[in-house]
Antibody
Framework: QITLKESGPTLVKPTQTLTLTCTFS??????????VGWIRQPPGKALEWLAL???????RYSPSLKSRLTITKDTSKNQVVLTMTNMDPVDTATYYC????????????????WGQGTLVTVSS | DIQMTQSPSSLSASVGDRVTITCRAS??????LNWYQQKPGKAPKLLIY???TLQGGVPSRFSGSGSGTDFTLTISNLQPEDFATYYC?????????FGGGTKVEIE
């Protein structure tokens, strides 16, 4: 079965760089049509889509955060890494990674498996 | 960015009720629309993808409809385990934006 788990620091200081790792099992990120995305959720607020990397290394970013985000994959390790620079207290949130796939023939993507999330607090 | 607007932002309902949640896109997204359920402290769970396709294992009391800019999630015969927050998401273009959420509470 497919599982994903986020790991990284729980506390970062303002201006620091956050590095989060999504370690997954049950699928390969070299399989056509597959992707892994990052989504965050500030406490008590809505979900926010951040970035997504596809099996062919196509990378998509939220335009509002693009200058601060980098997403990479290590297919051999079954990991996807998200880095976010210049962290600010408003970036305090639970960060999720999720498996992305699409319906057959139409490429309408959706997140069908999610990690448990990791809460990152930005504070000095 | 495509803006996704959900309404209402919250609602109160009773077990057995039929509940309808609406999601409106700021431009046409065809049927690139997904619905998720989230319970407190948990990750979102996929309910419906491609506007109307029920994800495997999801009870048939959940249904989705719509295309273009207007979409609906309907829960018929609301059950105690359905009290949660529901989000729509468009995957027509980047960023794949989510709606603001609809919290379904017990009346």
């Amino acid at each position: 079965q497919i599982t994903l788990k986020e790991s990284g620091p729980t506390l970062v200081k303002p201006t620091q760089t956050l590095t989060l790792t999504c370690t997954f099992s049950g699928f390969s990120l070299s399989t056509s049509g597959v992707g892994v995305g990052w989504i965050r959720q500030p406490p008590g607020k809505a979900l926010e889509w951040l970035a997504l990397i596809y099996w062919d290394d196509d990378k998509r970013y939220s335009p509002s955060l693009k200058s601060r985000l980098t997403i990479t994959k290590d297919t051999s390790k079954n990991q996807v890494v998200l880095t976010m620079t210049n962290m600010d207290p408003v970036d305090t949130a639970t960060y999720y990674c999720a498996h992305a796939t699409h319906d057959y023939g139409n490429y309408r993507y959706y997140f069908d498996y999610w990690g448990q999330g990791t809460l990152v607090t930005v504070s000095s | 960015d495509i803006q996704m607007t959900q309404s209402p932002s919250s609602l109160s309902a009773s077990v057995g009720d039929r509940v309808t949640i609406t999601c409106r896109a700021s431009q046409s997204i065809s049927s690139y629309l997904n619905w998720y359920q989230q319970k407190p402290g948990k990750a979102p769970k996929l309910l419906i993808y491609a506007a109307s396709t029920l994800q495997g294992g999801v009870p048939s009391r959940f249904s989705g409809s719509g295309s273009g800019t207007d979409f609906t999630l309907t829960i018929s015969n609301l059950q105690p385990e359905d009290f949660a927050t529901y989000y729509c998401q468009q995957t027509y273009s980047t960023p794949q934006t989510f709606g603001g959420g609809t919290k379904v509470e017990i009346e």
